[in-house]
């Protein structure tokens, strides 16, 4: 009787440590494939606007391709096709990549293989 009674703690004590264990191992899980990717992107696209500048060509959320035209703080004004009339103000988070000059590039490319040549 005191056996099978002593048993029954025991049981109920594992089960409750294994849901614990398991409530942990989900919060953890539920951290390393939701919470800590999305706080990577969004550092990403901080990097990113704040390297903005004038003449960068980017891509908005909607598929536009523009010309950065004015910088403000929260702000661009983009230029959109060949029509030198079409100038569309809108916040930076509305701007999902960037694509640098092809001649800024092209220096960085060059910078980069000259430092390496004097090493």
């Known amino acids: 009787m005191i056996f099978a009674s002593s048993t029954a703690i025991i049981s109920g004590g594992l089960s409750s440590m294994s849901m614990i264990f398991l409530m942990v191992t989900l919060i953890a899980l539920m951290y390393f494939m939701m919470i800590r990717p999305q706080k990577k992107e969004q550092k990403r696209i ?8 004038i003449g960068d ?9 523009g010309v950065v035209i004015d910088i403000t703080e ?17 916040k930076k988070i509305a701007i999902a990549q960037v694509q640098k000059l092809e001649t800024e ?4 490319k060059k910078d980069n293989k000259i430092t390496d040549t004097k090493k």
């Open 74 to 90: 929260e702000d661009v004004i983009v230029e959109f096709g060949n029509n030198k009339n079409c100038r569309i103000p809108m």
């Open 46 to 53: 901080q990097i990113m606007l704040s390297a903005l500048k």
């Open 57 to 65: 060509f980017v891509v908005t959320n909607n598929g536009f391709y």
């Open 105 to 108: 590039a092209a220096m960085t």
